[in-house]
C-alpha cells in the first residue's frame, strides 16, 4: 500500500456512564455521524395498546440533496436497543441490527440509475439490508430477520416517482417470531427544538427580570425548529410488551428501562493504492455512541467527560452523579440571567433520570409520593441488585393518552416523558422546567417556543415523519421574509 491510515478505538476503552440524547454532543462521535445516536424513544403503541414501540436515530443534521453519496448505516457496526426489566443496569434484552451495502454497478456515480417504485428495483445501484439478532442476557440469541431491506435515501421526485411512503411500507418487515415488526431506513429527524440554547441560553435577554420565581414567565417569544428539514437514519421496533417484561408478566412488572448505543470494530485502515483505495475494519467491537434520556451528554455533562460519557455502560453512572446533583444549566441562567440556581444535592433530577418516580425503599421520592416509572415498581425485582443508572423508563401498563399532552407527566400525562418518551413530547421545555424547579415548589414557563415538529407524525407504526427531500436552504419563509427561489 502507497499510504495507510489506521484509527484505533482508545477513547473506546474509558470507563464512564451511559450516554444520551446527541445531535453532535460529544467532540468524538461528532466527527462518525453515521454510529451518532440523536435521540431514543419508547411508547406503549397507540394503535396497538398490548405492545411497546422502540425507535432510535442516528447521522444528525442529513440534509436532503446529500448525493451522490447518500445515507446509510454503517456495515459492520452494531446498532443496538437495550432494555433492563430487573434494575440492575445490565441490559436482559439487546436488539442488535447489522447491516450491509450493496452496489450494483460501480462504474457510475448514481445513486440510483432510473425511476425507482420499489425495494428491489434494479435501478436503486446502492441498496442496504441488515440482520436483526435478539440477545438474552442469561439465555440463547435468537436471529428475528435474515437479510431484510433497508428504505433507501429520498432522493427526490424524479428518481422515486411514487413518493417514499410505499418504499417504507415495503420496508416494514414481520419478525420471524411472528409477533412484532422491524423498520430501518430514513426519516424525518422527529426531534423538535431552538438550538439557540448553545448561543448563551437564547440570547441573554429573554427572561422577564420581573419574574425571579419564573412563575409564569415566557422564556423565548418566537422559536425556530433548527432541525426543521433535516432527516435521519431511523431503526423501529414494535414488538409485544410481555417479551420485554421481567418473566413475561407485564402486570407484575411493567416497568423497563430503554437505551440505545452504538459499536464498531477497534481498529480502521484507510489505504490507497495504484487504481483506488479502501477501508477495511476489523477487531473487538467498543461502543462509541450511547443514548437514554434526551439531552444529558449535551447539556449535563461537561467537556472534559463527554467521550467517556459515550464509551461506557450504565453501571458506572455513579461517576457522574455529582453532574446530576449539581447541573450546569441552572448555574448558567443564575450566571446569565440572575436566576438563583436551586441548592445542591438535586435528589429530585436523581429520582427523574436514575432511578425513575416511586415511592418505595431506594427511591429519593422527592418529586411526589407517586409510583410511575422504577424498575423497583416490578414485583420480581430484588431491591439489593437495583442499581440507579441512566436510562429512559417505561410504565407499559400506563395506556397510551386520549389526548396527549407535550408536556407530559408535568401536565399529568402519565403516558408521556419521562415515563417513556413519545415523538409529540417536547423534552425541551419539560426538561428546562424540571431543572429550573418544577418538580419542586418553583413552577415555571420556559421553554423554546417551539412546541411540535416540523412534519406531522403518522398513525401507525413507524410512527415518524416521512424524509424531506427538498433542501434545507429552499424554505418559503426565510427570516427576511424573502423567497428563495
Not at 115 to 127: G, K, Q
Request: proline share 9%; charged share 20%.
Amino acid at each position: 500500500m502507497a499510504a495507510v491510515g489506521v484509527v484505533v478505538g482508545g477513547a473506546s476503552l474509558a470507563p464512564g456512564v451511559v450516554g444520551a440524547s446527541s445531535h453532535r454532543e460529544a467532540p468524538a462521535i461528532s466527527d462518525d455521524r453515521r454510529l451518532d445516536n440523536t435521540d431514543v424513544y419508547a411508547f406503549v403503541s397507540p394503535d396497538d395498546p398490548d405492545s411497546v414501540t422502540l425507535i432510535a436515530d442516528w447521522n444528525p443534521f442529513s440534509e436532503p440533496d446529500g448525493g451522490p453519496n447518500f445515507y446509510r448505516f454503517q456495515e459492520g457496526s452494531n446498532y443496538d436497543i437495550n432494555i433492563d426489566n430487573n434494575g440492575d443496569a445490565v441490559a436482559d434484552l439487546t436488539y442488535r441490527w447489522v447491516f450491509n451495502t450493496v452496489v450494483r454497478n460501480p462504474d457510475t456515480f448514481l445513486y440510483n440509475t432510473g425511476p425507482v417504485t420499489t425495494l428491489p428495483d434494479e435501478d436503486l445501484n446502492i441498496f442496504q439490508t441488515y440482520d436483526l439478532t435478539l440477545i438474552r442476557q442469561n439465555g440463547p440469541k435468537e436471529l428475528l430477520i435474515d437479510d431484510a431491506p433497508v428504505a433507501p435515501s429520498f432522493v427526490g421526485p424524479a428518481s422515486m416517482p411514487e413518493g417514499y411512503e410505499p418504499l417504507r411500507e415495503a420496508a416494514t418487515v414481520p419478525l420471524k417470531t411472528g409477533a412484532g415488526y422491524s423498520y430501518a431506513g430514513q426519516a424525518d429527524d422527529p426531534f423538535f427544538l431552538d438550538l439557540r440554547i448553545f448561543d448563551l441560553l437564547y440570547g441573554a435577554d429573554v427572561v422577564d427580570d420581573e419574574s425571579p420565581v419564573l412563575d409564569g414567565a415566557d422564556f423565548v417569544e418566537d422559536g425556530n425548529d433548527t432541525l426543521a428539514g433535516y432527516n435521519v437514519q431511523t431503526i423501529a421496533l414494535q414488538v409485544p410488551a410481555s417479551t420485554l417484561a421481567l418473566n413475561g408478566a407485564v402486570d407484575k412488572n411493567p416497568v423497563i428501562g430503554v437505551w440505545s448505543d452504538t459499536e464498531r470494530p477497534i481498529v480502521q485502515v484507510f489505504s490507497r493504492t495504484d487504481g483506488g483505495g479502501g477501508e477495511r475494519a476489523f477487531g473487538p467491537q467498543v461502543q462509541v455512541s450511547r443514548l437514554g434520556n434526551p439531552l444529558v451528554n449535551e447539556v449535563v455533562i461537561p467537556l472534559k467527560d463527554k467521550d467517556k460519557f459515550n464509551a461506557s455502560t450504565p453501571q458506572q453512572d455513579e461517576e457522574f452523579l455529582q453532574y446530576v446533583q449539581d447541573p450546569i444549566v441552572p448555574e448558567l441562567f443564575e450566571l446569565i440571567y440572575g436566576v438563583p440556581a436551586l441548592d445542591a444535592p438535586r435528589t429530585d433530577l436523581v429520582e427523574v433520570f436514575l432511578t425513575g418516580i416511586c415511592a418505595v425503599e431506594g427511591c429519593p421520592d422527592t418529586v411526589a409520593d407517586v409510583n410511575l416509572n422504577s424498575q423497583l415498581l416490578n414485583a420480581d425485582v430484588n431491591p439489593a441488585t437495583f442499581q440507579p443508572s441512566e436510562m429512559l423508563r417505561l410504565n407499559m401498563s400506563i395506556p397510551p393518552a386520549a389526548e396527549p399532552n407535550r408536556l407530559g407527566v408535568l401536565e399529568n400525562d402519565l403516558a408521556g416523558f419521562p415515563n417513556g418518551r413519545r415523538l409529540i413530547d417536547d423534552v425541551v421545555d419539560i426538561e428546562l422546567q424540571v431543572l429550573e424547579g418544577e418538580l419542586v415548589g418553583r413552577p415555571n414557563a420556559l421553554g423554546d417556543a417551539v412546541p411540535d415538529n416540523d412534519v406531522p407524525f403518522t398513525d401507525k407504526f413507524p410512527y415518524v415523519g416521512l424524509p424531506h427531500f427538498d433542501a434545507v436552504n429552499l424554505q418559503e419563509d426565510l427570516d427576511d421574509g424573502e423567497d428563495q427561489d
